[in-house]
């Protein structure tokens, strides 16, 4: 059974809306802090917010703030990011990763999702 599953990529214009599901098994949900990473083509990955299950502790990178949300689902064991007012540079593959601290350094996450495509035409 794969621990980690994104959904909801996708294409859609510029100043459009998605939200990214991270559905997660295997694992103790509430024991874990979720981040959600993206890597665009030629870039190196970078974590673009994260959320702690155990106190709610959240982080956004300056580039995602006030235009991303995240949150988590204890009862179904998924976690969400919703994107709003997307630009093109939002174009990327974003992987979900649960781990044990809310911060986006790849180090502390050791479940990872395959990623879900997001483009952004302009």
């Known amino acids: 059974e794969v621990p980690i599953v994104e959904s909801g990529g996708g294409f859609i214009q510029a100043g459009g809306s998605l939200r990214l599901s991270c559905k997660t098994s295997?694992?103790?949900?509430?024991?874990?802090?979720i981040g959600w990473f993206r890597q665009a083509p030629g870039k190196e990955r970078e974590g673009i917010s994260c959320?702690?299950?155990?106190?709610?502790?959240?982080y956004y990178a300056d580039s995602v703030k006030g235009r991303f949300t995240i949150s988590s689902d204890s009862a179904k064991n998924t976690a969400y990011l919703q994107m709003n007012s997307l630009k093109p540079e939002d174009t990327a593959l974003y992987y979900c990763?649960?781990?044990?601290?809310?911060?986006?350094?790849?180090?502390?996450?050791?479940?990872w999702g395959q990623g879900t495509q997001v483009t952004v035409s302009s």
């Open positions: 990763a649960a781990g044990a601290a809310p911060l986006p350094d790849e180090d502390y996450y050791g479940y």
């Open positions: 295997g694992f103790t949900f509430d024991d874990y802090s």
């Open positions: 959320i702690s299950n155990k106190d709610g502790t959240i």
